[in-house]
């Protein structure tokens, strides 16, 4: 077994926000609590990491304000305390909105096949009149000194999901992530985790190679989303081409169809080199790919994260 340490690292987001009035769930502003005051406010929470707990400050935003910036520091630090024979697992307290893409860059990026990352969030600020946040900081550290724990995980609302399949799902309400059509991987029920399913796999060996990537991006490349919908054009990628994008992730409709003037447009930026990937905006399922397509499909990945894997292969 690891060690006894386990280190909380702050970003920001709502579970660090705060409100002039305690009934406002909306009108918050996110990331104002440092994660040490976060932590303090919790009761049971240094009993629940059954040994030392630590808090860093990472960043402090608003997780909508997420950029590559902030990855690759929250990456460098993630991989140097998982080194730590001392460290049983690395907790990141994390804004919802872009909460799933972070999970899946560390999940890419991450040596994790022996310890886990276990990223936790709030849909209600520090100052609600019932916030969410020290409940899911009290499960996200249960999941964290689970033996044989490992991966990238998400916790919240007393579920555990994988970086791969996490999702959020609506904008108000404290169970906002779902895993889709794979379902959770189990739930913390008063201090304890009950598994339906495996632990994740994590890359392994390929994620050596990808956080050195990481450490010396200069500058990270640029990818974009387009969405294909009923009257779509091509305008948009022309316009993306013509100013130097380098990937395009496109949210097809259906299995992988592709409205033909944006098509057309996707067809020609593949031409001139840009590289281009097709996902569906269906919140289930995948793209089954065809003999004889000529855009490749994001083996299963949603469209914000095959945009991160497409990001990191371009790094490479």
Not at 21 to 28: L, M, T
Not at 149 to 158: E, K, W, Y
Not at 182 to 201: C, I, K, N, S, T
């Amino acid at each position: 077994m690891s060690g006894q340490k386990i280190l909380v690292l702050g970003t920001g987001g709502t579970i660090a926000g705060t409100s002039a009035q305690a009934g406002d769930n909306i009108g918050y502003t996110a990331a104002q609590v440092g994660v040490g005051q976060l932590l303090a406010a919790v009761p049971g929470l240094q009993q629940a990491a059954r040994g030392v707990l630590v808090a860093e400050q990472v960043a402090q935003i608003d997780s909508k304000d997420m950029d590559g910036q902030v990855w690759q520091a929250l990456a460098l630090r993630c991989a140097h305390h998982l080194e730590d024979p001392e460290v049983r697992g690395v907790v990141i307290t994390h804004g919802t909105d872009t909460l799933e893409e972070t999970a899946w860059f560390l999940h890419e990026v991450l040596d994790t096949r022996a310890k886990p990352v276990v990223l936790t969030c709030a849909m209600r600020p520090a100052t609600a009149l019932t916030p969410d946040g020290p409940q899911n900081l009290l499960d996200a550290v249960a999941v964290a000194v689970t033996p044989g724990a490992r991966g990238v995980l998400a916790v919240a609302a007393g579920e555990i999901h994988g970086a791969r399949q996490v999702q959020k799902v609506h904008p108000y309400r404290v169970n906002a992530f779902n895993s889709g059509e794979a379902g959770p991987l189990g739930w913390v029920e008063e201090g304890a985790v009950r598994l339906v399913q495996d632990w994740p796999l994590a890359p392994g060996v390929p994620a050596l190679n990808a956080i050195e990537n990481v450490v010396n991006a200069a500058a990270w490349p640029r990818v974009e989303v387009v969405i294909s919908h009923a009257g779509a054009s091509g305008t948009m990628v022309d316009a993306l081409v013509r100013d130097g994008v380098q990937g395009l992730v496109v949210a097809c409709t259906g299995n992988g169809t592709i409205h033909h003037a944006l098509e057309a447009a996707l067809l020609r930026a593949q031409e001139a080199g840009v590289r281009v990937v097709r996902s569906t905006r269906c919140s289930e399922g995948q793209v089954l790919p065809k003999p004889g397509d000529a855009l490749p499909d994001s083996q299963g990945l949603s469209p914000l994260k095959a945009r991160i894997s497409l990001m990191l292969e371009l790094l490479h």
